[in-house]
């Protein structure tokens, strides 16, 4: 792993690993403080396109700010990101969210504080880390940005069913100029999920946070990452740091 030079609150550590799944290994790209101790753990889970240069991003800052991240490769396929996330059944993507998890958990793993885990997912990432929410009893706290919260009535999980159900904090993000996904139906899971916070955010656009897009919004992302950064903090456990002096 490549050591960042500090910035924010952690020096960090980050880059591409291989993590061991089962018999074999998945590409995977882990950040984590560059500090002795352990720390909490947030899963980063992939939306279409596949790990860009914003999901890493997304991974740096949170380490910066305490937390190891994870952000395993779904799509084992190459192609047009919709297709290929189509080829993705809903069980597959929990499998690797499970295997992630037993990984985190392993004896290989001497870092993790804790043994729960905070999900972050954009686009259809926030999708699967909604349905994760609900049915995984390791998930502490869920993030999603731009996350469609309609339009997979032909999957196997409709996230519409889980609304009402979250057992877990939840705190959602969206533009309210959204081409992709309509105002109304943040405003219902807002309304079916009332103990969770959804925000829009006036003017902004699907790829708000992205500061790499065109949609990129400056006062809505810095007032996302400072609210993102919060809401972990308060729901996830706290960082041992290791004192080597």
């Given amino acids: 792993m490549a050591v960042l030079s500090h910035e924010g609150t952690y020096p960090i550590m980050y ?22 101790g352990r720390f909490p753990v947030v899963f ?20 910066r700010a305490g937390f190891a991240t994870l ?4 799509y084992r396929a190459a192609g047009e990101p919709l297709e290929v996330y189509n080829m993705l059944s809903d069980r597959r993507a929990l499998g690797d969210i499970d295997e992630i998890y037993d990984f985190v958990m392993s004896d290989d793993v001497d870092w993790n504080a804790g043994q729960g885990v905070g999900l972050l997912g954009s686009d259809v990432g926030g999708r699967f880390a909604l349905i994760a929410a609900s049915t995984r009893e390791f998930v502490k706290s869920v993030v999603v940005v731009s996350a469609p919260l309609t339009g997979d009535e032909g999957r196997e999980h409709h996230v519409s069913d889980y609304l009402e159900h979250l057992r877990v904090p939840v705190f959602g993000l969206y533009g309210a100029e959204d081409d992709l996904i309509e105002v109304a139906t943040v405003d219902e899971a807002q309304r079916r999920n009332d103990h969770g916070q959804w925000i829009l955010y006036e003017g902004a656009g699907h790829a708000f946070l992205d500061i790499d897009d065109e949609q990129y919004s400056a006062g809505a992302a810095e007032d996302a990452w400072a609210r993102i950064l919060a809401f972990f903090a308060a729901t996830l456990d706290d960082p041992e740091v290791v004192d080597l002096g």
């Fill in 44 to 63: 980063v889970i992939p939306a279409l396109e596949g790990l860009t240069g914003f999901e890493k991003d997304l991974c740096r800052r949170l380490a």
């Fill in 15 to 36: 880059g591409s690993w291989p993590i061991p799944v089962g018999s074999g290994h998945r590409t995977g790209y882990i950040t984590r403080p560059d500090e002795e």
């Fill in 71 to 74: 952000r395993m490769d779904f």
